[in-house]
């Protein structure tokens, strides 16, 4: 069992940066790939990047290629995703998750309450 706590969400202006970080507890932490998906009102939830559990292998999704990266430390039990000139669109509830290396949200067995991010223009 992991349990997964986001913390960094909250109100940025369009072009600036914010720090998600995601504390896992349980054990295996480190046997798990973690992955960052978000959900914008009226929209499905979408894949947003991946980390495997060694942190060799990383993925985004197109549109935050080049603006957010992924990143573990497996000896604090956390994630993060360093997202930088920020996008109206970024506006969403992010969520961490804890599973397989994936895109795919049913990849993931362990998610997050969320931790909402806001940009104005």
């Known amino acids: 069992q992991v349990q997964v706590v986001e913390s960094g969400g909250g109100l940025v202006q369009a072009g600036g940066s914010l720090i998600l970080s995601c504390a896992a507890s349980g054990r295996s932490f480190s046997g798990y790939a973690m992955g960052w998906f978000r959900q914008a009102p009226g929209k499905d939830r979408e894949f947003v990047a991946a980390?495997?559990?060694?942190?060799?292998?990383?993925s985004y999704r197109d549109s935050v290629k080049g603006r957010f990266s992924i990143s573990r430390d497996n000896g604090k039990n956390t994630v993060y995703l360093q997202m930088n000139r920020l996008k109206r669109e970024d506006t969403a509830v992010y969520y961490c998750?804890?599973?397989?290396?994936?895109?795919?949200?049913?990849?993931?067995?362990?998610w997050g309450q969320g931790t909402q991010v806001t940009v104005s223009s």
């Open positions: 998750a804890a599973g397989t290396y994936s895109y795919r949200p049913d990849e993931y067995k362990y």
């Open positions: 980390i495997s559990w060694s942190g060799n292998s990383t």
